[in-house]
Nanobody, 130 residues
Framework: QLQLVESGGGLVQPGGSLTLACAASGFTLDSYAIGWFRQAPGKEREGVSCISSRSGSRGSLIKYVDSVKGRFTISRDNAKNTVRLQMNSLKPEDTAVYYC???????????????????WGQGTQVTVSS
């Protein structure tokens, strides 16, 4: 059974950091495009960052939404079949439930559209507050 599980959320003060992890079971993330999304109360689900499947020496295509550029970093840990989202300089407006999603698409594709992904985790809450 293909499954994604997010972890690493929590309560953090403004300016603080968190690292979210998206661990896969039942399939190998290396050949999947992965997206990180977030959804705040009363708002639509928003793409935050995505990473394409790997392609040899070219690595992966990576994208960030403008509001997190320079603060968030997405990366793969192939040994642990995990994709991480390092979040620094967190702001109250980053507060949301964060989800990871996966779809088997070749390099160099990744997307911020939720409907493009067919596997989703259950989400992890991130709260940025003093």
């Amino acid at each position: 059974q293909l499954q994604l599980v997010e972890s690493g959320g929590g309560l953090v003060q403004p300016g603080g950091s968190l690292t979210l992890a998206c661990a896969a079971s039942g399939f190998t993330l290396d050949s999947y495009a992965i997206g990180w999304f977030r959804q705040a109360p009363g708002k639509e689900r928003e793409g935050v960052s995505c990473i394409s499947s790997r392609s040899g020496s070219r690595g992966s295509l990576i994208k960030y939404v403008d509001s997190v550029k320079g603060r968030f970093t997405i990366s793969r840990d192939n040994a642990k079949n995990t994709v991480r989202l390092q979040m620094n300089s967190l702001k109250p407006e980053d507060t949301a439930v964060y989800y990871c999603a996966a779809v088997p698409r070749p390099y160099p594709w990744c997307s911020f559209r939720p409907n493009d992904y067919n596997y989703w985790g259950q989400g992890t809450q991130v709260t940025v507050s003093s």
